[in-house]
C-alpha cells in the first residue's frame, strides 16, 4: 500500500501559477503510474497528468502547454507545476498511484487538495 498527501492548492488569480506536491509514504521508483486528476463542482473526475515509471508522460488537451508533471525519487513525491491557470481549472486535485499487483493494478487516491482561480 501507499499513502499519498497532496499539498500547494489555493487560491490564484488567472494566468498566474501553482506548484502542487504528493508526498507518497513509501519509494515511488516502482510504481507503474502516478498522476494528477481533478473534479470539477457537478463534473466527472479527470486525468490531468499522468508519468510511468518509464518516464512517460501524458495530458489532458486542456492543460498541454501549461501544466508539466514530474517526479522525484530521493523525496518520494510527484509534481505538478501549473502555469497560465483559468478559471475552468478550478477543482479539487487528486494524486493518484497505480501500482502494479499481479496482473492487475492497485489504486491509490490521496485526499484532494483545492485550486481555485478566479477571474
Known amino acids: 500500500q501507499v499513502q499519498l498527501v497532496e499539498s500547494g492548492g489555493g487560491l490564484v488569480q488567472a494566468g498566474g501559477s501553482l506548484r502542487l506536491s504528493c508526498a507518497a509514504s513509501?519509494?515511488?521508483?516502482?510504481?507503474?503510474?502516478m498522476g494528477w486528476y481533478r473534479q470539477g463542482q457537478g463534473k466527472r473526475r479527470e486525468l490531468v497528468a499522468s508519468?510511468?515509471?518509464?518516464?512517460?508522460?501524458e495530458y489532458a488537451d486542456s492543460v498541454k502547454g501549461r501544466f508539466t508533471i514530474s517526479k522525484d525519487y530521493a523525496k518520494n513525491s510527484v509534481y505538478l507545476q501549473m502555469n497560465g491557470l483559468k478559471p475552468e481549472d478550478t477543482a479539487v486535485y487528486y494524486c493518484?498511484?497505480?501500482?502494479?499487483?499481479?496482473?492487475?493494478?492497485?489504486?491509490?487516491w490521496g485526499q484532494g487538495t483545492q485550486v481555485t482561480v478566479s477571474s
Open positions: 513509501r519509494s515511488i521508483f516502482n510504481i507503474y503510474s
Open positions: 493518484n498511484a497505480a501500482d502494479r499487483i499481479g496482473l492487475g493494478y492497485a489504486n491509490y
Open positions: 508519468i510511468t515509471s518509464g518516464g512517460n508522460t
